[in-house]
């Protein structure tokens, strides 16, 4: 069990760059989830994958971000037009679906908007 | 719409000293509670879960009790160590819906000092 990975770990860009990150899962879930966190605050949901379908997404996740997961494997989630308000910690978080299942964080991604 | 309120940190221990983190919650239904952990430098991780009304989970010598009663859900520890300095996040997630779509609240950072 390799767990849940993220990369980058970290990444500094200038306002107005585009970003993507991405996460690969546990290899046998096929619920993918992504959220960020703000220093202080809990994270917050933003996405949710079945397999390869996007099937909710959250009001915080504005026309400038995208997340895809073809093949319902690893995911990208891409911020075009960064702002300083996209400074954040995105996670990714994967399940196997069972109910009430655990969900399995990687370490995240830290953005920091210049 | 679902919400978590937990105690704000930090909170200064002494090894040894009892913990309580207080936790509740705003839900329809029925959700299903959680206590997730973030050690320094990691992932967040699940450290206990209650399903239903009275279960009570455990694990590494964390308690809470889920009380629909009270709507709540804290942790309490009866002898904490330094290995326990982490961020606690209280956490719910509907029973419905067919995923996990978490709720944290804001987080509660516990320091214990030799």
């Known amino acids: 069990d390799t767990g849940v990975s993220q990369d980058p770990r970290h990444k500094i860009t200038k306002r107005g760059q585009n970003v993507t990150f991405r996460c690969d899962p546990i290899?046998?879930?096929?619920?993918l989830y992504w959220y960020r966190q703000t220093l202080g605050q809990g994270p917050e949901f933003l996405t949710y994958?079945?397999?390869?379908?996007?099937?909710?997404k959250s009001r915080l996740l504005s026309d400038r971000f995208s997340a895809e997961r073809p093949k319902g494997s690893f995911s990208t989630l891409e911020i075009q037009r960064t702002e300083q308000g996209d400074s954040a910690m995105y996670l990714c978080?994967?399940?196997?679906?069972?109910?009430?299942?655990?969900?399995?964080f990687g370490s995240g991604t830290q953005l920091s908007v210049l | 719409g679902d919400s978590v309120t937990q105690m704000e940190g930090p909170v200064t221990l002494s090894e040894e000293a009892f913990l309580t983190i207080n936790c509740t919650y705003t839900a329809t239904g029925y959700p299903s509670l959680f206590w997730y952990v973030q050690y320094p430098g990691e992932g967040l991780q699940l450290l206990l879960k209650?399903?239903?009304?009275?279960d009570k989970g455990s694990n590494k010598g964390f308690e809470a009790t889920y009380r629909k009663e009270t709507t709540s859900f804290h942790l309490e520890k009866g002898s904490v160590q330094v290995s326990d300095s982490a961020v606690y996040f209280c956490?719910?997630?509907?029973?419905?819906?067919?995923?996990?779509?978490?709720?944290f609240g804001i987080g509660t950072k516990l320091q214990v000092i030799p």
């Open positions: 978080a994967s399940s196997s679906g069972h109910p009430n299942e655990k969900l399995f």
């Open positions: 994958f079945q397999n390869e379908a996007q099937l909710e």
């Open positions: 209650a399903t239903k009304a009275d």
């Open positions: 956490a719910l997630s509907p029973n419905s819906g067919g995923y996990q779509k978490v709720t």
């Open positions: 290899s046998e879930h096929n619920r």
